[in-house]
């Protein structure tokens, strides 16, 4: 990590509390993505328009940065990449098996534990929230356990 | 009005997560991997985003209620249980496995992939199936 790549996750972190309080003080909603989505995808009601509208929104952000042309959003050092698309929005790693296993459990996770990286991460912490606290001591502690296991089973040295 | 204000809170949320590194699954990874060439990018991100949502919060809870609608609705339980540890788990585990989480993975779209494609058709079906399994929660 480099200085700029610091400063972008301020700049970014910043950003997305903006997002945070922007949404609690007009709408008194938590900005939590998996309740919004899922919410929008699967409950019907007057809460649908402003969560259609807010994903919108979320798509709109990376996709300004790529028609504007700013090369900001990947900030780490990748040599060979020119393609701006993969400089802004990042490129998946892993094949489609894992994705699909790994949606699976993000969205089956997500909604049984009524959060995620944003929801409890983010608005719950902000909140002093003892559930959102847990939940995100868990989630972080299993992700690094499951990137661990993954090189491991890589091979140790990939 | 409502519409408005959730179109331009979630263009902030997607300038950040763009701005910040966010939607690059290498760079979740690298701050994932503590045992390898860690990357401590994600620690910026998410301090910046819970001291201003902290401090916006406590500005913003000074009003009685919403500007634009009628009251705060805020998660009231502080219980711990088994569905929000085993939940978080889970989720743990697809996050690393993948380096996304629900909001990247959706902010990403303008670079819609397979992989991703596949990443977000079965995020639904997880949200879908978690419904079944825990309803009306």
């Not at chain 1, 609690?24 to 259609?52: C, K, N, V």
């Not at chain 1, 042309?69 to 098996?97: E, H, K």
């Not at chain 2, 991100?45 to 500007?67: C, E, H, N, S």
């Not at chain 2, 992939?113 to 879908?128: C, D, T």
Request: aromatic fraction near 8%.
């Amino acid at each position: 990590m480099d200085l700029s790549s610091a400063l972008h996750g301020l700049l970014g972190g910043g950003l997305i509390g903006l997002a945070a309080t922007l949404l609690m003080a007009l709408l008194g909603r938590i900005a939590g993505i998996s309740g919004i989505l899922s919410g929008a995808l699967f409950e019907r009601g007057s809460d649908r328009g402003w969560r259609l509208a807010f994903l919108l929104g979320l798509v709109s952000g990376p996709a300004l940065l790529l028609l504007l042309g700013l090369d900001w959003g990947n900030v780490a050092p990748r040599g060979d990449v020119a393609a701006l698309g993969s400089a802004v929005v990042g490129t998946p790693l892993a094949g489609m098996p894992t994705m699909l296993l790994a949606g699976l459990l993000v969205g089956l996770g997500t909604g049984l534990g009524s959060g995620c990286t944003s929801g409890h991460g983010v608005c719950g912490l902000a909140r002093l929230s003892p559930r959102s606290l847990a939940a995100t001591l868990v989630f972080l502690l299993m992700a690094m356990l499951t990137v661990f296991s993954v090189h491991q089973l890589a091979g140790g040295g990939a | 009005m409502k519409p408005v204000a959730g179109y331009l809170a979630g263009l902030l949320f997607g300038l950040g997560l763009a701005i910040s590194g966010m939607t690059d699954p290498a760079r979740v990874i690298g701050f994932l991997d503590v045992t390898g060439a860690w990357d401590p990018t994600l620690i910026f991100v998410l301090g910046a985003a819970v001291v201003t949502t902290f401090i916006g919060y406590r500005l913003v809870w000074r009003r009685a209620t919403p500007l634009l609608a009628g009251r705060f609705q805020l998660p009231s339980r502080r219980d711990l249980d088994a569905r929000l540890l085993g939940g978080a788990a889970l989720f743990g585990i697809g996050w690393g496995l993948s380096g996304y989480c629900p909001g990247p993975a959706v902010a990403s779209l303008p670079g819609l992939s397979g992989p991703l494609a596949a990443f977000l058709v079965a995020l639904v079906i997880g949200w879908w199936l978690a419904c079944r399994l825990a309803p009306g929660h």
